[in-house]
């Protein structure tokens, strides 16, 4: 994998025949990572024509991934070894030349549709997706049937490896092993309580466990080792916490931004105080109309455990959001107010702007949260 990497460093240094790019999305989570740098190199191997695996983040962005950062060092891999889409002018340079000529090829891993301030860049040239969100159905003058692989299931990384012949994954062990612990963290070691394993993704993840000998104390001790590594965030302050899984999008006229956050509410008044305040700047940073901060973490009983914090500038906006959330959403998200657990007394003076609630539906991930929300702005079912 490291030669792999380091050889596709060269060829950007280089300008050495790159017509092809493998870029997964903004949240740049170990999915995301993964699928783009082992489909890369499944396309180079069988084309002989590299194509560039791209993490969507600045450099200086990449130490948040902490399961990530565990996981590629695992092999030997280090940011420096990886190429990032931002702040990165070679690139910028190399694909300004290649749409001017026409001959880029846009390869879109674990999302359907570019940023939006990549749209204009690069999306005339995406020419095959491999997603497993909701199909938001661009692209299809340029992306034919064949190459459109869009299937809800665990993990994108579980497409990948449909794609890719036992011949090839027996010579390339690093790559089958990278494919197996994405696929177990996605669907929480393919256990069915938490409704993210398809039968899709079991099949898979037995399938290369078999091709690298892996036991099931093997893949136990992996998961628990990338689980405990991805939310492994004690040294991360509020602003770290808040841009390491961070999407935003424009939903019907308002910008939106979803963060999830690796911390308990009460460990993060805890850490602190002024909480509110660090979600005032990022969404002030950020240009949004609101931010949605998704609690996700293992309590002292080693429970899952979820909560929201929404905050908006507009009392209107967020009033009307939040009730729509506990009133109609019951379903997909079950939310009750929050009740911080510590005898710390809270400031509730910055708390006007911001809600705090339970989520007691635990298999309501980002992905099933951003549908819940498109369809509330969308639709303008909040009447703004």
């Keep these: 994998m490291k030669a792999f990497l380091r050889s596709c460093k060269d060829s950007l240094k280089n ?220 040294k991360l302050s509020s602003h770290d916490l808040l841009r390491s899984d961070y999407k935003e999008w424009k939903m019907g006229s308002k910008i939106v931004g979803v963060a999830t956050a690796k911390r308990s509410l009460d460990e993060w008044f805890e850490k602190d105080p002024d909480l509110v305040q660090s979600f005032k700047e990022f969404l002030e940073n950020r240009k949004l109309d609101i931010l949605y901060v998704m609690c996700a973490y293992t309590d002292k009983d080693n429970q899952f455990k979820r909560e929201l914090a929404v905050y908006s500038p507009d009392a209107t906006h967020l009033q009307k959001a939040c009730d729509y959330l506990v009133q109609h959403c019951k379903d997909s998200l079950d939310l009750t107010p929050w009740l911080p657990s510590s005898s710390k007394p809270i400031d509730h003076a910055p708390l006007v702007s911001c809600s705090f609630f339970t989520q007691h539906h635990m298999a309501s991930s980002r992905k099933i949260f951003a549908e819940v929300i498109r369809t509330m702005y969308d639709q303008n079912l909040l009447r703004l």
Aim: proline fraction near 3%; include cysteine; aromatic fraction near 10%.
């Design 15 to 234: 300008n050495d025949s790159i017509h092809s790019v493998c870029i997964g999305n903004q949240a740049s989570d170990l999915d995301s990572i993964i699928s783009s740098i082992t489909y890369s190199y499944a396309l180079s191997k069988k084309n002989n024509v590299k194509t560039l695996p791209i993490l969507n983040i600045p450099q200086d962005e990449y130490n948040l991934r902490t399961d990530a950062t565990w996981f590629l060092e695992k092999f030997g891999v280090g940011a420096d070894d990886l190429i990032f889409y931002h702040q990165n002018p070679t690139l910028t340079r190399i694909l300004e030349k290649l749409t001017q000529e026409n001959t880029l090829r846009v390869i879109l891993t674990d999302h359907n549709k570019l940023a939006p301030e990549q749209e204009d860049f690069l999306g005339k040239f995406v020419f095959e997706i491999i997603d497993h969100h909701a199909d938001e159905k661009h692209y299809s003058s340029t992306v034919t049937p064949e190459n459109r692989t869009i299937e809800l299931i665990g993990s994108t990384c579980t497409l990948i490896a449909e794609k890719m012949t036992d011949e090839f994954l027996n010579k390339e062990r690093e790559f089958c092993e990278a494919l197996l612990g994405t696929i177990l963290l996605d669907t929480v070691n393919l256990d069915p309580k938490f409704k993210k394993v398809t039968p899709k993704d079991e099949t898979q993840a037995n399938r290369l466990a078999n091709i690298i000998s892996f036991s099931k104390k093997d893949q136990d001790e992996l998961f628990e080792k990338l689980f405990f590594e991805r939310f492994n965030v004690s």
